[in-house]
Structure formats: structure tokens, C-alpha cells
């Protein structure tokens, strides 16, 4: 059974840091390309970071200069380090894992952290 467990959301004042961890089991997690959405209230789910399995990185314009994605593939976890929050940057942050031939069947979620920025 695959399992995305994400971890290290919670309330943070605007211009604080906060580091995301999602853990997968199941999967060979190496060979997945990784990525980490969010959704906020009334709004579409978005890509924020993504990092393929060669290490290629993708931001949204919303987030670069201030969110960074890393993957330990020995402890079968990806980070999303968030800094500089925003009040806009609030919002429930899901774990993804797509599995490089792009199989539906083999793209997998998180529940979800819930990320709160306010002062």
C-alpha cells in the first residue's frame, strides 16, 4: 500500500520559515518524480515545487527566491523549505509522487498539511 505522509505544517507569522517533510512507503521512491501542491479555500489545487528523479526542479513564480524542494531518496522523503511567508502562502500543502511514465494509476497524494500565515 503506497502511503504519502506529510508533516511540519502549522501557524507561522509572515516572514517566518517553515519546513515541510513528506515520507512515502510503498513505492520505489527514487524513480518517482515528486512535487508538492497546496490548496487554498475556494481555490484550484497548484503546483508550488516540483523535483524529478534526475533533479530537476520546477517553482511557481509565486513562490521562487523563497521555497526550495530537496529529496533524500535513501530516507524516501522530499522537503519543501518554505521561507519569507506570506499571508497568501496559506493553505493546505499535499505531497505528490508521479511515477515518470505518467500513469494515472501511479500518481499518488498525501492527505495534506495545513499551513497558516498570519499575525
Known amino acids: 500500500q503506497v502511503q504519502l505522509v506529510e508533516s511540519g505544517g502549522g501557524l507561522v507569522q509572515p516572514g517566518e520559515s517553515l519546513r515541510l517533510s513528506c515520507a512515502g512507503t510503498?513505492?520505489?521512491?527514487?524513480?518517482?518524480?515528486m512535487a508538492w501542491y497546496r490548496q487554498a479555500p475556494g481555490k484550484q489545487r497548484e503546483l508550488v515545487a516540483s523535483l524529478s528523479n534526475s533533479g530537476n526542479t520546477n517553482y511557481a513564480d509565486s513562490v521562487k527566491g523563497r521555497a526550495t524542494i530537496s529529496r533524500d531518496n535513501a530516507k524516501n522523503t522530499v522537503i519543501l523549505q518554505m521561507n519569507s511567508l506570506k499571508p497568501e502562502d496559506t493553505a493546505v500543502y499535499y505531497c505528490n509522487a508521479q511515477h515518470p511514465s505518467g500513469v494515472l494509476a501511479y500518481n499518488y497524494w498525501g492527505l495534506g498539511t495545513q499551513v497558516t500565515v498570519s499575525s
Open positions: 510503498g513505492i520505489n521512491f527514487r524513480l518517482y518524480h
